[in-house]
């Protein structure tokens, strides 16, 4: 068997103990005589793994009482229109801070359901760092406001939190879920894709504030409705049965052998450390980011010359560091360095940039 380094933004890297503990209960979970995908939802088996997941989720992540935690389908852009549907309800209006592709396009579907204001941007700065924010444009009567926490094209990370006062503050964690402790209590709802840091694409998680969940906007479809997933347990239908049973292995990796989420930042920040600091004395490559808005998750760098990112991507993927062209929309490079990628993978990558450096110097 041989592995290569995965630098894919997502679907990504899995923990390789995951894997394996997967393939070993493929054919025969637990003595049930069936694997996790072909048995019954509804089945008790099934029952422990889906109450384990949550358990565990509640667990790792310090997720306090009063919020419920959903285990839905769709993916993160299902939920640019279920957070307006649910939460868009009181003065049908809605605060967004554009910071990258995925902020804008939730901005963009909330748009069609009521008032929506775009409160800072940095579309002006390619999207280089975290807008700061003019509290005089910030709304008190919005129902809600709306970050993306890690921007997983352009490699920006929210290091401190808006201010939002007593108007519920909305964040999508699809790129940084599970990669740092985070306080759910400063949060009305936070919601992420799992195919980044969590488990296979499939699953998308929502965590909402209970009191939060009430009648949705009229015309909102069962499926799209936070009260009927939270009052059903995430069982209205069918959920995505084997994403959870794989998220459930990734929070048991996390809390026994990394040690918590703090354990997980502390590495998380030390690997991104590793290509920062190369890139910062790199005379080839430059990062894209500006420094105050690092993200720990995407790297993003050039060299400044089109032909020789191309070049560089290239001798990369056959050394065999792969996916680490940046997105289709921005060009250059990106390594995401997600919670599976070792500390080896990215000393590697560093030791194969310098050498790629001084031969295209
Ligand atoms: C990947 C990603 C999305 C899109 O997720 P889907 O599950 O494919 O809909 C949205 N937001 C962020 C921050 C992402 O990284």
Redesign the pocket.
């Known amino acids: 068997m041989s592995r290569v380094y995965n630098f894919s933004a997502?679907p990504s890297m899995l923990p390789l103990p995951v894997l394996e503990k997967a393939a070993a209960e493929m054919m025969d979970y637990q003595g049930s005589g069936q694997s996790i995908m072909e048995m019954s939802h509804r089945s008790k088996v099934y029952d422990g793994v889906i109450k384990g997941a949550e358990s565990l989720l509640r667990q790792v992540m310090g997720i306090p009482g009063n919020y419920k935690v959903l285990f839905l389908q769709g993916?993160?852009?299902s939920q640019f229109a279920m957070v307006p549907m649910n939460l868009m309800v009181k003065n049908r209006k809605a605060d967004y801070v554009l910071s990258g592709q995925?902020s804008t396009k939730a901005y963009q579907e909330a748009s069609r359901y009521g008032d929506v204001k775009a409160v800072a941007s940095s579309k002006g700065d390619t999207f280089s760092h975290i807008p700061e924010i003019d509290k005089n444009e910030c709304r008190a009567d919005a129902d809600y406001f709306h970050i993306?926490m890690?921007n997983?094209i352009y490699g920006t990370l929210w290091h401190t939190l808006p201010d939002t006062g007593s108007v519920p503050l909305v964040a999508?964690v699809?790129?940084c879920i599970l990669s740092q402790p985070i306080d759910v209590s400063k949060f009305g709802v936070l919601y992420a894709?799992a195919?980044?840091n969590v488990a296979p694409a499939g699953l998308?998680i929502v965590i909402v504030r209970e009191d939060l969940i009430g009648e949705p906007l009229e015309g909102t479809p069962t499926m799209f409705n936070y009260g009927v997933m939270a009052k059903n347990e995430s069982m209205y239908n069918t959920p995505p049965c084997w994403s959870i049973y794989m998220c459930k292995l990734v929070l048991e990796w996390i809390q026994n052998d990394i040690g918590g989420l703090e354990k997980m930042e502390a590495h998380n920040v030390k690997k991104a450390q590793v290509l920062y600091d190369f890139l910062d004395s790199s005379k080839l490559f430059k990062g894209c980011a500006r420094k105050d808005s690092r993200s720990i998750m995407n790297v993003t760098f050039v060299t400044g010359d089109e032909a020789l990112d191309a070049k560089f991507v290239k001798e990369a993927a056959q050394a065999g560091f792969v996916n680490l062209k940046g997105h289709r929309s921005v060009g250059g490079m990106r390594a995401s360095i997600y919670n599976a990628m070792p500390m080896e993978g990215v000393e590697k990558l560093a030791a194969f940039m310098k050498a790629f450096e001084t031969a295209n110097a």
Do not use: R, Y
């Open positions: 997502g993916g993160a852009s995925f993306c890690n997983t999508d699809s790129s894709g195919q980044k998308t």
